[in-house]
Nanobody, 121 residues
Framework: QVQLVESGGGLVQPGGSLRLSCAAS????????MAWYRQAPGKQRELVAS???????NYADSVKGRFTVSRDNAKNTVYLEMNSLEPEDTAVYYC???????????????WGQGTQVTVSS
């Protein structure tokens, strides 16, 4: 069974920092692109950051320079370090794991349950 479990969410003040973790099981973790998405009330889910099996990263413009995504393949875990948090960062944050086989023969796509991040004074 595939399982992605997020942790580390909570309430923080503007300008503060938070570290999210996502522990994966049931997949060959090192083969997967891992990503963090978020969804705020009344808004569509958006990609925040991703990291490929080779370690290449991408970030949404709104978080570039403030957030850092990393992975520890020995622990089957992906992290999201969030600094200089703003009220606009308030959302449910979701962990995503995706693997596309060679020649697009199949496409595996898994999601965690989400963790709430609230930035407020």
């Amino acid at each position: 069974q595939v399982q992605l479990v997020e942790s580390g969410g909570g309430l923080v003040q503007p300008g503060g920092s938070l570290r999210l973790s996502c522990a994966a099981s049931g997949i060959m973790f090192r083969l997967y692109t891992m990503a963090w998405y978020r969804q705020a009330p009344g808004k569509q889910r958006e990609l925040v950051a991703s990291i490929t099996s080779g370690g290449s990263t991408n970030y949404a413009d709104s978080v570039k320079g403030r957030f850092t995504v990393s992975r520890d393949n020995a622990k089957n875990t992906v992290y999201l370090e969030m600094n200089s948090l703003e009220p606009e960062d308030t959302a449910v944050y979701y962990c995503n794991a995706r693997y596309r086989a060679p020649f697009n023969t199949y496409d595996n796509d898994y999601w965690g349950q989400g963790t709430q991040v609230t930035v407020s004074s």
